[in-house]
Nanobody, 124 residues
Framework: QVQLVESGGGLVQAGGSLRLSCAAS?????????MGWFRQAPGKEREFVAAISGSGGSTYYADSVKGRFTISRDNAKKTMYLQMNSLKPEDTAVYYC????????????????WGQGTQVTVSS
């Protein structure tokens, strides 16, 4: 079992930055798990944001965040990060981290473990 806890959300003006963190706990070799960030805005489906392989050597991004967001991880700390720059009002959503054994995937249903989410609000 893997427990995930997100932090770092908040209110920021358009053009600003935030860094989200996702801390993992439980009896697990963190590096065995690919990790992902997803988001869900009110009235919309949960969507892929970014993913990272267990080693951190491969990363994947949704087109909407490419060049603005950076996903990373520190396996020694069992923590994943999402650095979000040049934020836009359309980035407003609840952000979730997720984990799965094996390779990274962009599909929502490919992940087995989820955090409770953290709210990100970008004002115009």
């Amino acid at each position: 079992q893997v427990q995930l806890v997100e932090s770092g959300g908040g209110l920021v003006q358009a053009g600003g930055s935030l860094r989200l963190s996702c801390a993992a706990s439980g009896r697990t070799f963190f590096s065995n798990y690919a990790m992902g960030w997803f988001r869900q805005a009110p009235g919309k489906e949960r969507e892929f944001v970014a993913a990272i392989s267990g080693s951190g050597g491969s990363t994947y991004y949704a087109d909407s965040v490419k060049g603005r967001f950076t996903i990373s991880r520190d396996n020694a700390k069992k923590t994943m990060y999402l650095q979000m720059n040049s934020l836009k009002p359309e980035d407003t959503a609840v952000y979730y981290c997720a984990a799965r054994l094996g390779t990274a995937t962009m599909g929502v249903y490919g992940y087995d473990y989820w955090g409770q989410g953290t709210q990100v609000t970008v004002s115009s």
